[in-house]
Protein backbone atom coordinates (compact mmCIF):
# COMPACT_ATOMS: atom_id res chain seq x y z
CA UNK A 1 0.00 0.00 0.00
CA UNK A 2 1.26 3.59 -0.63
CA UNK A 3 2.39 6.09 2.12
CA UNK A 4 -0.34 8.60 1.97
CA UNK A 5 1.07 10.43 4.90
CA UNK A 6 3.12 14.08 4.13
CA UNK A 7 5.08 15.38 6.62
CA UNK A 8 5.90 18.31 5.02
CA UNK A 9 2.80 19.02 5.08
CA UNK A 10 0.72 18.50 7.62
CA UNK A 11 1.76 17.14 11.89
CA UNK A 12 0.90 13.43 12.42
CA UNK A 13 -1.32 14.70 14.74
CA UNK A 14 -4.11 16.26 12.32
CA UNK A 15 -3.93 12.55 11.04
CA UNK A 16 -4.50 10.02 13.18
CA UNK A 17 -4.97 6.53 11.86
CA UNK A 18 -4.58 7.93 7.96
CA UNK A 19 -4.11 4.60 6.16
CA UNK A 20 -7.52 2.92 7.47
CA UNK A 21 -8.73 2.98 3.56
CA UNK A 22 -6.60 -0.22 1.82
CA UNK A 23 -7.74 -0.94 -1.64
CA UNK A 24 -5.99 -3.91 -1.64
CA UNK A 25 -7.77 -5.40 1.47
CA UNK A 26 -11.20 -4.34 0.02
CA UNK A 27 -10.75 -5.88 -3.37
CA UNK A 28 -9.48 -8.96 -1.80
CA UNK A 29 -12.68 -9.12 0.70
CA UNK A 30 -15.00 -8.74 -2.20
CA UNK A 31 -13.24 -11.61 -4.31
CA UNK A 32 -12.85 -13.77 -1.32
CA UNK A 33 -17.18 -13.47 -0.78
CA UNK A 34 -17.57 -14.11 -4.33
CA UNK A 35 -20.49 -16.75 -5.33
CA UNK A 36 -22.14 -17.00 -1.63
CA UNK A 37 -24.60 -19.97 -0.96
CA UNK A 38 -28.26 -18.85 -0.36
CA UNK A 39 -27.67 -20.44 3.16
CA UNK A 40 -24.28 -18.34 3.81
CA UNK A 41 -26.25 -15.03 2.33
CA UNK A 42 -29.53 -15.99 4.98
CA UNK A 43 -26.89 -16.65 7.81
CA UNK A 44 -25.62 -13.15 7.27
CA UNK A 45 -29.43 -11.82 7.09
CA UNK A 46 -30.02 -12.93 9.96
CA UNK A 47 -27.17 -12.02 11.88
CA UNK A 48 -28.04 -8.12 11.38
CA UNK A 49 -31.80 -8.96 12.36
CA UNK A 50 -30.41 -10.32 15.42
CA UNK A 51 -29.08 -6.43 15.71
CA UNK A 52 -25.07 -7.22 14.93
CA UNK A 53 -23.50 -5.02 13.14
CA UNK A 54 -22.03 -6.51 10.01
CA UNK A 55 -18.67 -7.23 9.26
CA UNK A 56 -16.63 -6.25 6.00
CA UNK A 57 -16.51 -10.17 4.95
CA UNK A 58 -20.29 -9.78 6.09
CA UNK A 59 -21.20 -7.14 3.89
CA UNK A 60 -19.41 -8.64 1.06
CA UNK A 61 -21.64 -11.65 1.04
CA UNK A 62 -24.00 -9.63 0.62
CA UNK A 63 -23.14 -7.49 -2.26
CA UNK A 64 -22.53 -10.72 -3.89
CA UNK A 65 -25.56 -11.94 -3.78
CA UNK A 66 -27.08 -11.48 -7.46
CA UNK A 67 -29.64 -13.80 -7.85
CA UNK A 68 -32.82 -11.83 -7.70
CA UNK A 69 -34.25 -14.63 -4.77
CA UNK A 70 -31.42 -13.57 -2.70
CA UNK A 71 -32.10 -9.89 -3.82
CA UNK A 72 -35.60 -9.74 -2.44
CA UNK A 73 -34.41 -11.96 0.52
CA UNK A 74 -32.05 -9.21 0.94
CA UNK A 75 -34.51 -6.70 0.67
CA UNK A 76 -37.03 -8.28 2.94
CA UNK A 77 -34.35 -8.00 5.34
CA UNK A 78 -34.00 -4.60 5.43
CA UNK A 79 -37.34 -3.89 5.41
CA UNK A 80 -38.00 -5.93 8.58
CA UNK A 81 -34.74 -4.52 10.59
CA UNK A 82 -35.89 -0.72 9.60
CA UNK A 83 -39.46 -1.50 11.21
CA UNK A 84 -37.76 -2.94 14.50
CA UNK A 85 -34.69 -0.40 14.48
CA UNK A 86 -36.48 3.33 13.48
CA UNK A 87 -40.29 2.06 13.31
CA UNK A 88 -42.65 4.30 10.86
CA UNK A 89 -40.32 7.74 11.52
CA UNK A 90 -38.62 9.93 8.89
CA UNK A 91 -36.78 12.58 9.89
CA UNK A 92 -37.62 15.62 7.43
CA UNK A 93 -35.12 18.49 6.80
CA UNK A 94 -34.04 20.96 3.67
CA UNK A 95 -30.80 21.97 2.64
CA UNK A 96 -30.06 25.85 1.72
CA UNK A 97 -27.41 26.72 0.09
CA UNK A 98 -25.08 29.78 0.91
CA UNK A 99 -22.12 30.38 -1.32
CA UNK A 100 -21.13 28.62 -4.59
CA UNK A 101 -17.93 30.72 -4.53
CA UNK A 102 -15.47 27.93 -5.18
CA UNK A 103 -11.72 27.29 -5.27
CA UNK A 104 -11.93 23.27 -6.39
CA UNK A 105 -12.18 21.64 -9.58
CA UNK A 106 -14.69 18.92 -9.23
CA UNK A 107 -15.62 17.50 -12.42
CA UNK A 108 -18.72 16.53 -11.43
CA UNK A 109 -20.31 19.30 -9.90
CA UNK A 110 -21.57 22.66 -10.77
CA UNK A 111 -19.89 24.72 -8.39
CA UNK A 112 -16.03 23.57 -9.75
CA UNK A 113 -14.15 26.89 -10.38
CA UNK A 114 -13.90 26.24 -14.42
CA UNK A 115 -17.18 26.87 -15.58
CA UNK A 116 -17.87 29.92 -16.20
CA UNK A 117 -21.06 30.01 -16.96
CA UNK A 118 -21.93 29.73 -12.92
CA UNK A 119 -23.36 32.85 -11.77
CA UNK A 120 -21.44 33.23 -8.33
CA UNK A 121 -23.48 34.16 -5.66
CA UNK A 122 -23.07 34.63 -1.42
CA UNK A 123 -25.75 35.15 0.27
CA UNK A 124 -25.94 38.53 2.47
CA UNK A 125 -27.29 38.82 6.23
CA UNK A 126 -30.43 39.53 4.65
CA UNK A 127 -30.88 37.41 2.04
CA UNK A 128 -30.19 34.21 4.51
CA UNK A 129 -33.45 35.40 6.58
CA UNK A 130 -35.44 35.86 4.04
CA UNK A 131 -34.94 31.96 2.99
CA UNK A 132 -34.86 30.49 6.79
CA UNK A 133 -38.49 32.99 6.85
CA UNK A 134 -39.95 30.81 3.86
CA UNK A 135 -38.32 27.72 5.06
CA UNK A 136 -39.87 28.36 8.25
CA UNK A 137 -43.10 29.33 6.81
CA UNK A 138 -43.37 25.47 5.18
CA UNK A 139 -43.04 24.20 8.51
CA UNK A 140 -39.32 23.17 8.95
CA UNK A 141 -37.13 22.92 11.72
CA UNK A 142 -34.04 21.14 10.66
CA UNK A 143 -31.42 22.47 7.73
CA UNK A 144 -28.41 21.59 6.52
CA UNK A 145 -26.02 24.60 5.25
CA UNK A 146 -24.29 23.72 2.22
CA UNK A 147 -21.03 26.27 0.99
CA UNK A 148 -18.56 25.83 -1.97
CA UNK A 149 -15.32 25.72 -0.86
CA UNK A 150 -13.24 29.05 -0.79
CA UNK A 151 -11.42 31.55 1.67
CA UNK A 152 -14.63 33.69 2.03
CA UNK A 153 -16.59 30.89 3.76
CA UNK A 154 -13.73 30.19 6.71
CA UNK A 155 -14.72 28.90 9.83
CA UNK A 156 -15.86 32.55 11.46
CA UNK A 157 -17.87 33.08 8.12
CA UNK A 158 -19.23 29.50 8.76
CA UNK A 159 -20.44 30.14 12.32
CA UNK A 160 -21.70 33.66 11.76
CA UNK A 161 -23.91 31.81 9.06
CA UNK A 162 -25.16 29.25 11.22
CA UNK A 163 -25.66 31.54 14.30
CA UNK A 164 -27.73 33.92 12.17
CA UNK A 165 -30.09 31.11 10.71
CA UNK A 166 -30.40 30.13 14.41
CA UNK A 167 -31.60 34.06 15.15
CA UNK A 168 -34.95 33.92 12.68
CA UNK A 169 -38.09 32.99 14.29
CA UNK A 170 -41.18 33.77 12.29
CA UNK A 171 -44.80 32.72 13.98
CA UNK A 172 -44.25 29.67 15.07
CA UNK A 173 -41.16 28.90 13.36
CA UNK A 174 -37.88 28.40 13.69
CA UNK A 175 -34.87 26.37 12.84
CA UNK A 176 -34.09 23.78 16.03
CA UNK A 177 -31.33 22.47 14.18
CA UNK A 178 -28.55 23.64 12.06
CA UNK A 179 -26.00 20.86 10.34
CA UNK A 180 -23.69 21.60 7.56
CA UNK A 181 -21.73 20.43 4.77
CA UNK A 182 -18.90 22.23 4.46
CA UNK A 183 -14.86 21.77 3.11
CA UNK A 184 -12.96 20.17 5.62
CA UNK A 185 -11.32 22.50 8.14
CA UNK A 186 -8.06 22.22 10.77
CA UNK A 187 -9.30 21.47 14.13
CA UNK A 188 -9.32 25.06 15.39
CA UNK A 189 -12.03 26.01 12.63
CA UNK A 190 -13.39 22.88 13.64
CA UNK A 191 -13.88 24.62 16.93
CA UNK A 192 -15.14 27.80 16.05
CA UNK A 193 -18.39 26.40 14.07
CA UNK A 194 -18.94 23.76 16.71
CA UNK A 195 -19.10 26.82 19.02
CA UNK A 196 -22.13 28.24 17.07
CA UNK A 197 -23.93 24.79 17.79
CA UNK A 198 -23.86 23.18 14.97
CA UNK A 199 -25.88 19.57 14.69
CA UNK A 200 -23.67 17.12 12.24
CA UNK A 201 -20.88 18.06 10.07
CA UNK A 202 -21.45 16.17 7.35
CA UNK A 203 -18.56 16.10 4.21
CA UNK A 204 -18.27 13.06 2.16
CA UNK A 205 -15.13 11.34 0.64
CA UNK A 206 -16.91 11.33 -2.77
CA UNK A 207 -14.68 7.98 -3.84
CA UNK A 208 -12.74 6.17 -1.18
CA UNK A 209 -10.59 4.87 -4.00
CA UNK A 210 -7.52 7.06 -4.68
CA UNK A 211 -7.16 6.91 -8.20
CA UNK A 212 -10.60 7.38 -9.59
CA UNK A 213 -10.12 10.46 -6.79
CA UNK A 214 -7.48 11.69 -8.75
CA UNK A 215 -9.02 11.95 -11.90
CA UNK A 216 -12.36 13.85 -10.70
CA UNK A 217 -10.91 16.30 -8.80
CA UNK A 218 -8.65 18.39 -10.97
CA UNK A 219 -7.86 21.07 -8.87
CA UNK A 220 -7.64 23.12 -5.65
CA UNK A 221 -7.38 21.58 -1.64
CA UNK A 222 -9.89 19.55 -2.56
CA UNK A 223 -7.37 17.15 -4.84
CA UNK A 224 -5.53 15.66 -1.25
CA UNK A 225 -7.47 12.67 -0.61
CA UNK A 226 -5.84 12.54 3.08
CA UNK A 227 -7.07 16.23 3.93
CA UNK A 228 -10.18 15.28 2.86
CA UNK A 229 -10.15 11.47 4.56
CA UNK A 230 -9.26 12.89 7.61
CA UNK A 231 -11.72 15.63 8.27
CA UNK A 232 -14.17 13.77 10.10
CA UNK A 233 -11.16 12.78 12.43
CA UNK A 234 -10.58 16.94 12.83
CA UNK A 235 -13.20 17.25 13.63
CA UNK A 236 -13.93 14.54 16.68
CA UNK A 237 -10.97 16.03 17.92
CA UNK A 238 -12.27 19.26 17.90
CA UNK A 239 -15.10 17.96 19.68
CA UNK A 240 -17.84 17.82 17.17
CA UNK A 241 -18.85 13.91 18.16
CA UNK A 242 -21.85 14.03 15.61
CA UNK A 243 -20.69 13.57 11.97
CA UNK A 244 -21.92 12.32 8.12
CA UNK A 245 -19.95 10.60 6.15
CA UNK A 246 -20.87 9.78 2.78
CA UNK A 247 -19.76 8.54 -0.90
CA UNK A 248 -21.04 9.74 -4.01
CA UNK A 249 -22.08 6.88 -6.10
CA UNK A 250 -21.20 6.90 -10.06
CA UNK A 251 -17.30 7.39 -9.49
CA UNK A 252 -16.41 4.29 -8.44
CA UNK A 253 -17.68 0.56 -8.30
CA UNK A 254 -20.74 0.80 -5.92
CA UNK A 255 -19.46 -2.37 -4.44
CA UNK A 256 -15.81 -0.78 -3.57
CA UNK A 257 -17.58 2.42 -2.44
CA UNK A 258 -20.30 0.19 0.29
CA UNK A 259 -17.11 -0.92 1.50
CA UNK A 260 -15.10 1.75 1.88
CA UNK A 261 -17.83 3.41 3.99
CA UNK A 262 -18.24 0.74 5.87
CA UNK A 263 -14.38 0.54 6.31
CA UNK A 264 -14.74 4.57 7.78
CA UNK A 265 -17.69 3.60 9.82
CA UNK A 266 -15.03 0.96 11.54
CA UNK A 267 -12.40 3.38 11.90
CA UNK A 268 -14.62 5.39 13.95
CA UNK A 269 -15.81 3.15 16.11
CA UNK A 270 -11.94 1.53 17.01
CA UNK A 271 -10.57 5.37 17.75
CA UNK A 272 -14.06 7.24 18.81
CA UNK A 273 -16.28 4.78 20.05
CA UNK A 274 -18.98 6.16 18.76
CA UNK A 275 -19.51 5.53 14.69
CA UNK A 276 -20.61 8.63 12.31
CA UNK A 277 -24.16 9.86 13.27
CA UNK A 278 -25.20 9.42 9.37
CA UNK A 279 -24.40 8.05 5.70
CA UNK A 280 -25.34 9.77 2.33
CA UNK A 281 -24.69 7.87 -0.93
CA UNK A 282 -25.67 10.74 -3.01
CA UNK A 283 -26.13 9.21 -7.02
CA UNK A 284 -24.33 11.19 -9.59
CA UNK A 285 -26.69 13.95 -11.29
CA UNK A 286 -26.31 15.88 -14.64
CA UNK A 287 -24.70 19.66 -13.47
CA UNK A 288 -23.65 22.55 -16.08
CA UNK A 289 -21.24 21.60 -17.97
CA UNK A 290 -21.19 17.84 -17.30
CA UNK A 291 -23.07 14.50 -17.86
CA UNK A 292 -22.95 11.45 -15.84
CA UNK A 293 -20.34 8.60 -17.71
CA UNK A 294 -22.12 5.21 -17.71
CA UNK A 295 -18.35 3.57 -16.47
CA UNK A 296 -19.64 3.30 -13.24
CA UNK A 297 -23.27 4.46 -13.44
CA UNK A 298 -25.30 2.64 -10.27
CA UNK A 299 -28.64 1.44 -11.52
CA UNK A 300 -31.53 1.82 -10.12
CA UNK A 301 -31.88 -1.90 -9.31
CA UNK A 302 -28.12 -1.32 -7.70
CA UNK A 303 -29.21 1.30 -5.85
CA UNK A 304 -32.14 0.48 -4.25
CA UNK A 305 -30.02 -2.95 -3.48
CA UNK A 306 -26.95 -1.31 -1.91
CA UNK A 307 -29.68 1.08 0.49
CA UNK A 308 -30.98 -2.62 1.88
CA UNK A 309 -27.07 -3.85 2.31
CA UNK A 310 -26.45 -0.49 3.55
CA UNK A 311 -29.25 -0.85 6.37
CA UNK A 312 -27.94 -4.32 7.12
CA UNK A 313 -24.42 -3.77 7.57
CA UNK A 314 -24.95 -0.87 10.22
CA UNK A 315 -28.34 -1.03 11.86
CA UNK A 316 -28.01 1.92 14.22
CA UNK A 317 -26.62 4.50 11.69
CA UNK A 318 -29.14 6.93 10.11
CA UNK A 319 -29.12 7.09 6.16
CA UNK A 320 -29.89 10.17 4.37
CA UNK A 321 -31.74 10.20 1.18
CA UNK A 322 -32.17 13.33 -0.89
CA UNK A 323 -34.06 14.91 -3.69
CA UNK A 324 -31.28 13.87 -6.27
CA UNK A 325 -33.35 10.83 -6.66
CA UNK A 326 -37.07 10.93 -8.09
CA UNK A 327 -39.99 10.44 -6.02
CA UNK A 328 -40.89 6.43 -6.54
CA UNK A 329 -37.21 5.61 -5.93
CA UNK A 330 -37.60 7.90 -3.03
CA UNK A 331 -40.52 5.62 -2.33
CA UNK A 332 -39.26 2.27 -2.72
CA UNK A 333 -35.71 3.32 -0.74
CA UNK A 334 -37.42 3.94 2.13
CA UNK A 335 -39.30 1.19 2.95
CA UNK A 336 -35.85 -0.61 3.55
CA UNK A 337 -33.52 1.59 5.46
CA UNK A 338 -33.80 5.56 5.02
CA UNK A 339 -34.28 7.84 7.82
CA UNK A 340 -34.08 10.96 6.56
CA UNK A 341 -35.20 12.84 3.77
CA UNK A 342 -35.40 16.30 2.38
CA UNK A 343 -38.78 18.26 1.46
CA UNK A 344 -39.73 20.76 -0.49
CA UNK A 345 -36.10 21.06 -1.46
CA UNK A 346 -34.59 23.86 -4.14
CA UNK A 347 -30.91 23.96 -4.71
CA UNK A 348 -30.55 27.09 -6.54
CA UNK A 349 -29.15 30.15 -4.93
CA UNK A 350 -31.90 32.32 -3.33
CA UNK A 351 -34.26 29.67 -4.45
CA UNK A 352 -37.01 29.44 -1.21
CA UNK A 353 -37.57 33.14 -1.43
CA UNK A 354 -37.65 33.00 -5.19
CA UNK A 355 -39.85 30.91 -5.79
CA UNK A 356 -38.90 29.69 -9.32
CA UNK A 357 -40.47 26.33 -10.46
CA UNK A 358 -37.99 25.71 -13.25
CA UNK A 359 -34.40 24.34 -12.53
CA UNK A 360 -31.99 26.71 -14.16
CA UNK A 361 -28.27 24.65 -13.86
CA UNK A 362 -26.17 28.01 -13.89
CA UNK A 363 -27.75 29.00 -10.60
CA UNK A 364 -27.35 25.36 -8.91
CA UNK A 365 -24.79 22.67 -8.06
CA UNK A 366 -26.86 19.97 -10.08
CA UNK A 367 -30.65 18.50 -10.99
CA UNK A 368 -32.97 17.54 -8.74
CA UNK A 369 -35.18 14.38 -8.96
CA UNK A 370 -37.68 15.04 -6.76
CA UNK A 371 -39.31 18.55 -6.43
CA UNK A 372 -42.26 18.47 -4.27
CA UNK A 373 -43.40 20.94 -2.02
CA UNK A 374 -42.63 19.64 2.12
CA UNK A 375 -46.54 19.23 2.06
CA UNK A 376 -46.73 16.96 -0.77
CA UNK A 377 -43.81 14.67 0.74
CA UNK A 378 -45.45 14.52 4.06
CA UNK A 379 -48.91 13.77 2.70
CA UNK A 380 -47.25 10.32 0.56
CA UNK A 381 -45.35 10.03 4.03
CA UNK A 382 -48.89 9.95 5.53
CA UNK A 383 -50.16 7.95 3.25
CA UNK A 384 -48.00 4.84 3.68
CA UNK A 385 -47.77 5.12 7.64
CA UNK A 386 -44.68 6.52 8.15
CA UNK A 387 -44.69 9.43 10.82
CA UNK A 388 -42.75 11.93 9.57
CA UNK A 389 -40.99 13.88 12.36
CA UNK A 390 -39.07 17.25 12.78
CA UNK A 391 -37.22 16.14 16.17
CA UNK A 392 -34.66 17.88 17.25
CA UNK A 393 -34.59 16.91 20.82
CA UNK A 394 -31.32 14.42 21.28
CA UNK A 395 -29.16 16.70 20.03
CA UNK A 396 -30.60 19.55 22.44
CA UNK A 397 -30.39 17.44 25.02
CA UNK A 398 -26.61 16.35 24.17
CA UNK A 399 -27.53 13.13 23.54
CA UNK A 400 -25.02 12.95 20.73
CA UNK A 401 -21.91 11.01 19.88
CA UNK A 402 -20.86 8.17 22.67
CA UNK A 403 -23.81 8.66 24.75
CA UNK A 404 -25.66 8.93 21.85
CA UNK A 405 -25.14 5.38 21.23
CA UNK A 406 -26.13 3.99 24.60
CA UNK A 407 -29.75 5.33 23.44
CA UNK A 408 -30.08 3.46 19.80
CA UNK A 409 -31.32 0.53 21.61
CA UNK A 410 -34.64 -0.63 21.16
CA UNK A 411 -37.26 1.04 23.64
CA UNK A 412 -35.44 4.30 23.46
CA UNK A 413 -37.27 4.61 19.77
CA UNK A 414 -40.80 4.03 21.28
CA UNK A 415 -40.15 6.20 24.40
CA UNK A 416 -38.42 9.07 22.68
CA UNK A 417 -37.95 9.12 18.88
CA UNK A 418 -41.37 8.27 17.83
CA UNK A 419 -43.28 10.12 20.58
CA UNK A 420 -41.04 13.13 19.35
CA UNK A 421 -42.16 12.29 16.09
CA UNK A 422 -45.91 12.74 16.97
CA UNK A 423 -44.94 16.14 18.81
CA UNK A 424 -43.23 17.40 15.91
CA UNK A 425 -45.66 16.39 13.50
CA UNK A 426 -48.35 17.84 15.78
CA UNK A 427 -46.98 21.37 15.81
CA UNK A 428 -46.56 21.32 11.85
CA UNK A 429 -50.19 20.07 11.34
CA UNK A 430 -51.61 22.62 13.64
CA UNK A 431 -49.19 25.45 11.76
CA UNK A 432 -48.63 24.83 7.89
CA UNK A 433 -50.62 21.82 7.15
CA UNK A 434 -53.46 22.05 5.28
CA UNK A 435 -57.13 20.68 6.62
CA UNK A 436 -56.61 17.64 4.71
CA UNK A 437 -53.30 16.53 5.85
CA UNK A 438 -54.54 17.89 9.37
CA UNK A 439 -57.13 14.76 9.36
CA UNK A 440 -55.11 12.46 8.19
CA UNK A 441 -51.79 13.21 9.96
CA UNK A 442 -54.03 13.24 13.16
CA UNK A 443 -55.81 9.91 11.99
CA UNK A 444 -52.00 8.61 11.93
CA UNK A 445 -51.21 10.30 15.51
CA UNK A 446 -54.51 8.24 17.01
CA UNK A 447 -53.26 4.95 15.33
CA UNK A 448 -49.69 5.03 16.89
CA UNK A 449 -51.24 5.72 20.21
CA UNK A 450 -52.88 2.43 20.31
CA UNK A 451 -49.02 0.80 20.83
CA UNK A 452 -48.04 2.40 23.42
CA UNK A 453 -49.82 -0.06 26.51
CA UNK A 454 -47.80 1.66 28.97
CA UNK A 455 -50.40 3.73 30.34
CA UNK A 456 -49.06 5.92 32.23
CA UNK A 457 -46.96 7.18 29.53
CA UNK A 458 -49.96 7.31 26.98
CA UNK A 459 -51.59 9.26 29.37
CA UNK A 460 -48.27 11.54 29.44
CA UNK A 461 -48.16 11.50 25.55
CA UNK A 462 -51.97 12.61 24.80
CA UNK A 463 -51.19 15.56 27.47
CA UNK A 464 -48.48 16.91 25.39
CA UNK A 465 -50.09 16.30 22.37
CA UNK A 466 -53.10 18.32 24.13
CA UNK A 467 -51.16 21.54 25.18
CA UNK A 468 -49.53 21.49 21.03
CA UNK A 469 -53.55 21.85 19.95
CA UNK A 470 -53.42 24.70 22.59
CA UNK A 471 -50.35 26.54 21.12
CA UNK A 472 -47.57 25.40 23.17
CA UNK A 473 -44.62 24.80 21.40
CA UNK A 474 -41.38 22.56 21.64
CA UNK A 475 -42.46 19.89 23.66
CA UNK A 476 -40.52 17.00 23.65
CA UNK A 477 -38.68 13.56 25.53
N1 LIG B 1 -18.01 22.10 -1.16
C1 LIG B 1 -18.09 21.15 -0.12
C2 LIG B 1 -17.60 19.81 -0.53
O1 LIG B 1 -17.33 19.60 -1.69
O2 LIG B 1 -17.51 18.96 0.35
C3 LIG B 1 -19.47 20.98 0.43
C4 LIG B 1 -20.66 21.17 -0.41
S1 LIG B 1 -20.82 20.19 -1.88
C5 LIG B 1 -21.77 21.42 -2.58
C6 LIG B 1 -21.88 18.88 -1.30
C7 LIG B 1 -21.84 17.56 -2.02
O3 LIG B 1 -22.55 17.66 -3.23
C8 LIG B 1 -20.50 17.05 -2.46
O4 LIG B 1 -19.82 16.46 -1.39
C9 LIG B 1 -20.87 16.06 -3.56
O5 LIG B 1 -20.96 14.74 -3.04
C10 LIG B 1 -22.26 16.49 -3.98
N2 LIG B 1 -22.32 16.74 -5.43
C11 LIG B 1 -21.52 17.57 -6.15
N3 LIG B 1 -21.85 17.51 -7.47
C12 LIG B 1 -22.86 16.62 -7.59
C13 LIG B 1 -23.62 16.11 -8.69
N4 LIG B 1 -23.38 16.49 -9.95
N5 LIG B 1 -24.59 15.20 -8.44
C14 LIG B 1 -24.84 14.80 -7.18
N6 LIG B 1 -24.17 15.24 -6.09
C15 LIG B 1 -23.18 16.14 -6.28
FE1 LIG C 1 -16.64 23.04 -4.84
FE2 LIG C 1 -17.78 21.17 -3.26
FE3 LIG C 1 -18.57 21.54 -5.80
FE4 LIG C 1 -16.21 20.48 -5.37
S1 LIG C 1 -18.20 19.57 -4.77
S2 LIG C 1 -16.62 22.11 -6.87
S3 LIG C 1 -15.60 21.56 -3.54
S4 LIG C 1 -18.76 22.96 -4.13
Not at 60 to 75: F, M, Q, R, S, Y
Not at 110 to 125: M, P
Not at 139 to 154: N, S, T, W
Not at 438 to 454: C, F, H, P, S, T
Request: hydrophobic share 35%.
Amino acid sequence: MSVIYHPQKYKLEDLPMQNFIDSDEIWEILKRNENPTPERVREVIARSLDKHRLSLDETAVLINANTPDLIEEIKNGARELKERVYGKRIVLFAPLYIGNLCVNNCAYCGFRTDNKKQKRITLSSEEIRAEVEMLEDSGHKRLILVYGEHPKYDAAFIAETVRNVYSVKKGNGEIRRVNINAAPMDIEGFKVVKDAGIGTYQVFQETYDRNAYLKVHLGGKKRDYDWRITALDRAQEAGIDDVGIGALLGLYDWRFEVLGLLRHVNHFEAVYNVGPHTISFPRLKKASGFEVKPEFDVSDEEFTRLVAILRLAVPYTGMILTAREPAHIRDEVLQFGVSQIDGGTNIEMKGYSSKKDQQDLDHEQFTIGDNRTLNEVMEELLGHGYLPSFCTACYRLKRTGEHFMEFSVPGFIKRFCQPNAMLTMAEYLEDYAPAETREKGYKLIAENLKDYQDEQFREKLIDRLERVKKGERDLYF
